[in-house]
Nanobody, 115 residues
Framework: QVQLVESGGGLVQAGGSLRLACIAS????????MAWHRQAPGMQRELVAT???????NYADSVKGRFTISRDAAENTVYLHMNSLKPEDTAVYYC?????????WGQGTQVTVSS
């Protein structure tokens, strides 16, 4: 089992920045991959960014150039750095980990971007 705890969400004006953090209960380098997803009201959950065990990253087209996923082994934490935020980025953001065939989710953190 892997427990994930997200933090860092909040209310920010359009054009602002936030940094989300996801602390894992297991060594993040034992994960096949980790990712951030988001779900806006009435919408399906969508993939925002991923980082695999080798450090390769991938982003949704809607956030490329604005969001960066990174990890800190010493802190057992994966981050999502979000810049130039837009109202359409408003959603609950969830951390996800894939490890040995299992999928694990955090409880989510709310991000609200005002116009």
């Amino acid at each position: 089992q892997v427990q994930l705890v997200e933090s860092g969400g909040g209310l920010v004006q359009a054009g602002g920045s936030l940094r989300l953090a996801c602390i894992a209960s297991k060594n993040i380098f034992t994960m096949n991959s980790m990712a951030w997803h988001r779900q806006a009201p009435g919408m399906q959950r969508e993939l925002v960014a991923t980082i695999n065990s080798g450090g390769a990253t991938n982003y949704a087209d809607s956030v490329k150039g604005r969001f960066t996923i990174s990890r800190d082994a010493a802190e057992n934490t994966v981050y999502l750095h979000m810049n130039s935020l837009k109202p359409e980025d408003t959603a609950v953001y969830y951390c996800n980990a894939q490890r040995w065939g299992g999928h694990y989710w955090g409880q989510g953190t709310q991000v609200t971007v005002s116009s």
